[in-house]
């Protein structure tokens, strides 16, 4: 019988001591899965952060494959001389739209108001014609990365072209033009304008 006893008191001692090692393993396996939880949380932040800036990157690359200066605003193309339906309806409702007599073409231009920008239209043929484009603040920039309050230097250097003037800097693609105007050497407006043929 003490034989027996001490068999039994010796299986119960193992299965104690099976029983804590299976714990040390299940903490040393948290701890694993946990790392590996971090490991997979920091690949997809680095695999999204990786994603937006090759959308930035593809974004300006389109930009500067384009013949004309081009605006983009929520994954959103606009190109002057372009018919201004389609892009108008992928936009979305207007804050405001109003008409003013048109300073380059007959007739009048319907100005469409979003936040941070306006998309100028005119008449041509019936059809409705991007005419221009004027960023307002700062919630929107240009492609290549202007956008208001920027100082002049810095367009300047971002374009690779120095100011024509104290208050403006106008650089030309295709047959539209970019213009920046300046007040106390930073920057309060940026147009978008067709180029007169």
């Known amino acids: 019988m003490k034989k027996h006893g001490i ?9 104690m ?8 393993n299940k903490e040393q396996t948290t701890t694993a ?4 939880e971090e490991q ?13 800036e090759q959308g930035t990157e ?7 494959a384009s ?44 100005i469409y108001v979003y936040p941070g920008y306006e998309v100028l239209t005119y008449a041509k043929d019936g059809n409705a014609i991007i005419s221009g484009v004027v960023l ?13 309050g920027m100082t002049k230097a810095d367009v300047e250097n971002l374009y ?12 030309d693609k295709g047959n539209c033009t970019l213009l920046f105007i300046f007040t106390d050497e930073a920057v309060t407006s940026i147009q978008y304008n067709m180029l007169q043929q």
Request: net charge negative; with cysteine.
């Open 33 to 36: 899965v946990a790392g590996t």
């Open 136 to 148: 307002r603040d700062d919630t929107v920039s240009t492609p290549e990365g202007a956008y208001i």
């Open 67 to 110: 013949a004309n200066w081009v605006f983009k605003k929520d994954g959103v193309t606009i190109e002057l001389n372009a018919p201004a339906e389609p892009v108008i309806q992928a936009l979305g409702a207007a804050q405001n739209t109003y008409e003013a007599p048109s300073c380059a073409f007959d007739g009048m231009d319907v």
């Open 17 to 24: 001591a099976l029983s804590l090692t299976a714990c040390g």
């Open 160 to 171: 690779g072209q120095k100011a024509n003037t104290a208050g403006s800097l106008q650089v």
């Open 7 to 15: 068999i039994s008191k010796s299986l119960i001692i193992a299965a």
């Open 58 to 64: 593809a974004s300006t690359k389109e930009a500067d």
């Open 40 to 52: 997979a949380t920091k690949a997809e932040t680095d695999t999204a952060a990786a994603s937006t």
